[in-house]
């Protein structure tokens, strides 16, 4: 695991990029706020039934500030050597909780290896899966930036710092529904960090991150290349045919309060075939588990074909949904590979 020193509220950015050039570095003062503005531009959908999916995740875009500081450490044994920077700002949606109501990223940079400091790449926003340590999600994060890119990991409603004693997931699919809007937006926080290459900022969700990732990238095809792990579509499927993650999900809803007859109309509204054809087929990436007994194999096909992604972007490991963490060091590699070829900005 590769160990980052913390920084100092004054960091120093070389662009040390090939095609970004520069004879001095840029110092960029994290002691105050950056500003960053939504770009979130739904439109309309032909589809009637997208259009009142869509309506579930629009706000009006507005300048927002976003705070970068240092962290010391990931409270985590698995991670405990791995200090990040911490980039915080307001979610487009209220719970009515302050602290649920402040989206945290978990910003792993990309260093040069000679001086330490911070240079400018392409950025991957990371969503984590369903348990609660994130630790699928920060094994990503953390790997991507040993790749050469920035990955910022967001943390969901009721995870990391974004707990409360105030706050009870008894409205788990508007918790849901925070969650995608918080990680659209992050695309536009990590745009106004300097040390970013705004010219191709990617989204990458693992399970629960998943379906997250794939509605998010849903609403207006901001994410220049999205990955999505181990998920698929169908929601009420899903946590009524699969075992273990799923069953506890189809739990937890119910006993927020929501009838067992309820549960196919509560799901609905976060439903990604209802917005998944919105989905940039050529720029999306599926890889699912041929022995998933979580998400089902059918469940990632029909994602696959509401998206229209063709065999090379619907990749299929002989794994179950657990045992598939032994692809992720190829499947980690596969996407800095995409990115190095799309993104403007040299990746070594």
Not at 97 to 103: E, F, H, Q, T
Not at 165 to 190: M, P
Not at 258 to 278: K, S, Y
Not at 320 to 339: A, D, M, N
Request: proline fraction near 5%; glycine fraction near 6%.
């Amino acid at each position: 695991m590769m160990r980052f020193v913390g920084v100092s509220y004054a960091v120093v950015v070389v662009l040390a990029a090939s095609s970004l050039l520069a004879s001095d570095p840029i110092v960029v003062d994290f002691s105050q706020p950056l500003t960053a503005r939504d770009s979130l531009n739904i439109g309309k959908d032909p589809s009637d039934d997208a259009n009142e999916c869509l309506a579930g995740f629009e706000w009006i875009p507005t300048e927002f500030s976003v705070t970068v500081n240092e962290h010391p450490s990931i409270d985590s044994p698995t991670f405990k050597a791995t200090p990040y920077i911490e980039v915080s700002f307001p979610s487009p949606l209220s719970s009515g909780v302050a602290a649920i109501d402040r989206v945290v990223c978990e910003w792993y940079p990309v260093r040069d290896k000679t001086t330490n400091e911070i240079v400018v790449r392409p950025a991957m926003v990371v969503v984590h899966e369903s348990g609660s340590g994130m630790h699928v999600g920060r094994l990503v994060a953390v790997e991507l930036s040993r790749r050469g890119l920035h990955a910022f990991l967001v943390q969901l409603p009721g995870y990391g710092q974004r707990r409360s004693d105030d706050f009870k997931q008894d409205h788990l699919v508007e918790v849901f529904r925070q969650g995608i809007c918080d990680v659209r937006r992050a695309r536009d926080a990590v745009a106004a960090i300097p040390a970013v290459d705004s010219t191709h900022i990617g989204l990458q969700g693992t399970s629960l991150g998943g379906f997250v990732a794939t509605l998010a990238a849903s609403l207006d095809r901001r994410f220049d290349t999205v990955f999505l792990l181990l998920c698929g579509g169908d929601l009420h499927g899903v946590l009524t045919s699969g075992a273990k993650d799923s069953r506890k999900a189809l739990d937890r809803l119910i006993a927020s309060g929501v009838r067992a007859d309820q549960v196919a109309a509560a799901l609905n509204r976060i439903e990604p075939l209802r917005i998944a054809h919105r989905l940039d087929p050529e720029c999306t990436w599926l890889f699912s588990a041929t022995l998933d007994d979580v998400v089902l194999p059918r469940f990632s096909k029909q994602l696959a074909e509401v998206a229209r992604l063709e065999e090379g972007h619907h990749q299929k490991m002989l794994a179950t949904h657990y045992s598939g963490v032994i692809f992720l060091p190829g499947v980690l590699e596969y996407i800095r590979k995409v990115v190095a070829e799309k993104s403007e900005v040299a990746i070594p």
